[in-house]
């Protein structure tokens, strides 16, 4: 018998492959400390966390826009499903991530779909995962876009979410300016 009748079956792993998006990604150096175009294997059972800190990220953002830790992913399998699944949580307090067109703030979660944008500030990350056989392990690849990807894969524009948001209200009956007398005030 050779070792590789005797190796253990190799398993199709789950990838999550993320393009990712900055428009002061060149000269600000954002997505330095990420490999791209390397598939990195990754146990299923842990949490991968994406924001500033090198201490508790996995993946880290060179930008103090960013969170200490801004999401993080986790898998699980659905209820009756042989296949891997996504979920993603914000954890940031100050800015909320959106999800495709669902608004996540502080620790909401939600079950990723299979393709779907990511949006935090000005960043944008294209999630697209890849099925796989293993529940053991997953694995992940980074992609740099050198152009917006709303523009590029025809999502809906939406401006960036900055940090604490507040709402501005008016009348959509009003379509001019009015003049009020001080004394209505």
Same mark, same amino acid.
């Given at each position: /018998?050779?070792?590789?009748?005797?190796?253990?079956?190799?398993?199709? &792993?789950?990838?999550?492959? /993320?393009?990712?998006?900055?428009?002061? *990604? *060149?000269?600000?150096?954002?997505? *330095?400390?990420?490999?791209?175009?390397? @598939?990195?294997? &990754?146990?299923?059972?842990?949490?991968?966390?994406?924001?500033?800190?090198?201490?508790?990220?996995?993946?880290?953002?060179? %930008? @103090? !826009?960013?969170?200490?830790? *801004?999401?993080?992913? !986790?898998?699980?399998?659905?209820?009756?499903?042989?296949?891997?699944?996504?979920?993603?949580?914000? +954890?940031?307090?100050?800015?909320?991530? #959106?999800? %495709?067109?669902?608004?996540?703030?502080?620790?909401?979660?939600?079950?990723?779909?299979?393709?779907? +944008?990511?949006?935090?500030?000005?960043?944008? #990350?294209?999630?697209?995962?890849?099925?796989?056989?293993?529940?053991?392990?997953?694995?992940?690849?980074?992609?740099?876009?050198? @152009?917006?990807?709303?523009?590029?894969?025809?999502?809906?524009?939406?401006?960036?979410?900055?940090?604490?948001?507040?709402?501005?209200?008016?009348?959509?009956?009003?379509?001019?300016? +009015?003049?009020?007398?001080?004394?209505? &005030?």
């Amino acid at each position: /018998m050779s070792s590789f009748e005797d190796a253990d079956t190799e398993e199709m &792993l789950t990838c999550l492959q /993320m393009t990712v998006y900055h428009p002061g *990604q *060149q000269p600000n150096g954002i997505f *330095q400390s990420i490999g791209f175009h390397k @598939r990195e294997k &990754l146990p299923s059972r842990e949490e991968v966390k994406f924001g500033r800190s090198s201490k508790v990220c996995n993946y880290t953002f060179q %930008d @103090r !826009q960013v969170s200490r830790v *801004q999401f993080s992913l !986790q898998l699980f399998k659905k209820f009756g499903s042989s296949v891997l699944s996504f979920e993603i949580k914000n +954890m940031s307090k100050k800015t909320s991530l #959106i999800v %495709d067109n669902r608004t996540l703030d502080f620790l909401h979660k939600v079950d990723l779909p299979d393709r779907c +944008m990511i949006r935090f500030g000005d960043y944008q #990350i294209l999630m697209e995962k890849e099925d796989g056989v293993s529940l053991e392990f997953f694995e992940t690849e980074f992609i740099l876009s050198p @152009r917006s990807l709303l523009q590029e894969n025809d999502w809906p524009p939406q401006n960036p979410i900055p940090e604490y948001c507040h709402s501005v209200w008016f009348s959509p009956q009003s379509t001019s300016p +009015m003049e009020t007398d001080e004394n209505e &005030l």
